[in-house]
């Protein structure tokens, strides 16, 4: 039987969504005990290594998990579950050693490479994993698992991409790695290893569950060895418990380029990535749809529509049930959907079984990363009076099948909050010290449980344009913007004011101090929004964009005004944030209407890119996809 252990911190379902897909069954991991019935364990670590760790070592798991690993039957490990099998990791507030069964230490990626050029922390996306030649079995481990091998890494049309996200690494070490790396994959300048294998053991830092086609038939060839064959007869390698008893396994070797660090090929293989958005809510006869607006307003002008209310609004505009456009955009080959909820605020959202049954559905169908955003926030049931958390909001989610989750609102409140506890006038949020973290907002909670790369600010930012005379309020001068030169803005200056509520109520805060001061608490990426930019079709708001790039080190999503798949080639085109600094740009666009109208395909936007030659993964799970 298999069996998956699930320590209770972030996605386990849509591993779980996987398995059933691929046609397998499997048990959850109750209690140390079922160690000891399991004929093949998945560990999807999820969150943090030290949560992950944490909790292994206070419910007893470690002794039963390393005795596991060493009675040679299969183990497969995801992410932290990867990381677990290290000697220690240094994230974390205090050292837990790892179960010590590949050696060295698990350390963050370096926010600036050794060339001084910048990259975002954690690393969020889609790259490659590059398979090393092993002595005697040359690529056979790998290519078992469907990763690439030196036929196929040269081109980016053909390489597999899988989907990683993460802020630490085992760096590779040839000395200490060999016999364990299957393959490497570079992030900016960094080496690492992005998955192992050696006797019943094999672990990768990459997500299969959320890795399209390729992940699932990495999957399905793991569990076709581990559970329909029963045994690792043909293993090239004798076990790894074997090993850990002193028996020696037969050697591996690198290449002279892999054995000084560097994978063939030896580049950045992160991809930009599309997104979906999926702006969801009831229309007035109460069904759940996909909605699509100008500058927030998702209703159909009144004298365009028959429907108009007594009020002289038009309907909500419909263009989709939510399942069955997610569904679509995965199979064009969507890198990650975001579903909006976006008049949860008005609600409970805990009550909110609809928009819990639409992430289920979605994730079963879906093997992409999944967001969820709208309503996670502290709030008062309406019924009961109980305080519930954004984090108690966040847990129902993950539950349901989401990879992350989006704070809107609830973060411009915490950071205005974070600011005032701070006091003294200080209005730059990188400057607030520990005292002023109070440690229970939503961002703070949610990034401790499930990691920083779980928790995503969608920021909703309005242009206020200032007149020639205005005087440039001091807290936003770090966020006013000149029109550029040639431009329709070309001779205006404005900042960008923080909203809340779906743009509906103005904050006294930038842009910059929000996503400042979400990073400050914690959050893993911003979704920028631009609500001037909003259904315009006039493509991102590279200004902002910039603006926000230059503030932060965290990922930023670019999302509001596609309208042709040129518009996603203008954001990605890296452009120097100051004099003297490396060109660079966002990782990932979004957008919405253009696909929801069937304006374009995001095949078209890929293929648009992939022209223009970026790096995009070019899987499109309707070609040849057999996921059954
Ligand atoms: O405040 O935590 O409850 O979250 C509410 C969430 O709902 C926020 O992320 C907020 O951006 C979103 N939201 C609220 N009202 C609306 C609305 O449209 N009336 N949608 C709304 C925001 C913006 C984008 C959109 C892009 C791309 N949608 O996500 O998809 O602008 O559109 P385009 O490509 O068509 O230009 P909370």
Redesign the pocket.
């Known amino acids: 039987m298999l069996y998956i252990l699930d320590y209770g911190a972030g996605n386990v379902r849509s591993l779980a969504n996987s398995i059933k897909k691929l046609g397998y069954d499997f048990k959850w991991v109750a209690s140390p005990a079922d160690l000891e019935k399991a004929d093949a364990l998945l560990f999807p670590g999820v969150g943090s290594y030290w949560g992950a760790l944490h909790s292994l070592r206070t419910k007893g798991y470690v002794e039963p998990l390393k005795a596991y690993i060493a009675s040679g039957k299969p183990y497969m490990g995801i992410c932290i579950g990867m990381q677990a099998l290290f000697d220690a990791s240094d994230e974390g507030t205090e050292t837990v050693p790892g179960l010590g069964i590949v050696p060295g230490r698990v350390s963050r990626f370096s926010e600036v490479d050794a060339s001084g050029r910048k990259k975002s922390v954690p690393q969020m996306g889609w790259n490659e994993a590059r398979a090393l030649e092993r002595e005697q079995i040359g690529f056979a481990e790998a290519e078992r698992y469907g990763l690439s091998s030196s036929s196929s890494s040269s081109s980016s049309s053909t390489t597999q991409h899988f989907y990683f996200v993460h802020s630490y690494r085992a760096a590779y070490d040839p000395k200490l790695h060999a016999e364990w790396a299957l393959t490497l994959t570079q992030y900016g300048e960094e080496v690492f290893i992005s998955s192992i294998s050696r006797g019943n053991v094999f672990g990768t830092q990459f997500h299969p569950e959320k890795s399209g086609r390729a992940g699932l038939e990495l999957l399905r060839a793991w569990l076709h060895r581990s559970c329909d064959q029963s045994n690792l007869a043909a293993s090239p390698s004798s076990s790894a418990a074997a090993s850990t008893s002193a028996t020696p396994r037969e050697s591996s070797k690198v290449k002279d380029a892999e054995a000084a660090g560097k994978p063939r090929g030896g580049k950045d293989g992160l991809t930009k990535r599309v997104v979906a958005?999926l702006?969801v809510r009831s229309n007035d006869a109460g069904d759940l749809v996909v909605t699509?607006?100008e500058s927030?307003d998702?209703r159909e002008k009144a004298d365009e529509h028959e429907q108009a209310g007594a009020d002289g609004k038009g309907a909500i505009r419909n263009l989709g049930k939510p399942v069955d456009l997610a569904h679509r955009y995965y199979l064009e080959g969507a890198d990650e959907i975001v579903f909006?909820?976006?008049t949860?605020?008005r609600s409970s959202p805990l009550k909110d079984q609809p928009m819990l049954d639409v992430l289920r559905l979605a994730a079963a169908e879906c093997f992409v990363p999944l967001t969820i955003?709208?309503?996670?926030?502290d709030f008062v049931e309406p019924d009961s009076g109980v305080t519930k958390s954004a984090k108690e909001v966040a847990d129902e989610y993950f539950r349901a099948g989401a990879d992350k989750v989006?704070?809107?609102?609830?973060a411009v409140l915490a950071v205005e909050e974070m600011l005032a506890r701070q006091g003294s006038g200080v209005t730059d949020p990188a400057l607030v010290d520990d005292s002023a973290l109070t440690g229970k907002t939503g961002i703070e909670m949610i990034s401790k449980a499930y990691g920083a790369q779980a928790v995503v600010v969608?920021i909703?930012p309005r242009r206020v344009y200032l007149q020639p005379s205005d005087a440039v309020p001091p807290a936003h001068a770090a966020c006013v913007v000149t029109g550029e030169p040639g431009s329709e803005d070309a001779g205006k200056r404005w900042w960008y004011r923080c909203t809340?509520?779906?743009?509906r109520e103005d904050r006294d805060i930038d842009v910059v101090q929000l996503a400042r001061g979400v990073q400050r608490l914690g959050a893993g990426e911003v979704?920028l929004?631009s609500i001037d930019?909003?259904?315009?079709n006039k493509g991102f708001d590279r200004q902002l964009v910039d603006l926000v790039r230059r503030s932060v080190s965290i990922p930023i999503v670019a999302?509001?005004?596609?309208g042709v798949p040129k518009h996603f080639e203008d954001i990605f085109v890296p452009q120097p944030l100051r004099t003297g600094e490396a060109p660079s740009s966002v990782e990932a666009a979004?957008?919405?209407?253009?696909f929801h109208r069937q304006e374009c395909t995001i095949g078209e936007v890929k293929q648009h890119l992939l022209a223009t030659s970026f790096n995009v993964r070019s899987e499109n799970v309707q070609e040849g996809a057999s996921e059954s």
């Open positions: 958005c702006d699509k607006g927030y998702v909006l909820n976006i949860s605020f955003g709208g309503g996670i926030k989006s704070i809107g609102s609830e969608s909703d809340i509520k779906g743009g979704l929004n930019r909003d259904g315009s999302s509001s005004g596609a979004l957008a919405a209407g253009i």
